[in-house]
Nanobody, 116 residues
Framework: QVQLVESGGGLVQPGGSLRLSCVAS????????MNWYRQAPGKERELVAAVSSVGGRTNYADSVKGRFTMSRDNAKSTVYLQMNSLKPEDTAVYYC?????????WGQGTQVTVSS
């Protein structure tokens, strides 16, 4: 059974940090391109960050460049999203997404709220 389980969300003040984790199971994790998406209330889901299956190359949305860092640990079948200097506009449900050659899987999401 394929599973992507996110954790690490919560309430944080502006300027604070959070680290999200996504643990994968049930598929060949190391061969999948991994992504973090987010969806704020009333908005479309948007790509935040991605990491390649080979070489660990990363890409980021312009809105989070320099603040967020994505990484993967294939031995643990886990991806991370380190989020620093958080802003209220980062408030959203964050989703983990795995994709490879037409196969794709979504996690259930974890809520991140940035508010004073």
């Amino acid at each position: 059974q394929v599973q992507l389980v996110e954790s690490g969300g919560g309430l944080v003040q502006p300027g604070g940090s959070l680290r999200l984790s996504c643990v994968a199971s049930g598929f060949s994790f190391s061969s999948y391109y991994m992504n973090w998406y987010r969806q704020a209330p009333g908005k479309e889901r948007e790509l935040v960050a991605a990491v390649s299956s080979v070489g660990g190359r990363t890409n980021y949305a312009d809105s989070v460049k320099g603040r967020f860092t994505m990484s993967r640990d294939n031995a643990k079948s886990t991806v991370y999203l380190q989020m620093n200097s958080l802003k209220p506009e980062d408030t959203a449900v964050y989703y983990c997404y795995a994709v490879r050659m037409g196969m794709s899987y979504w996690g259930q999401g974890t809520q991140v709220t940035v508010s004073s």
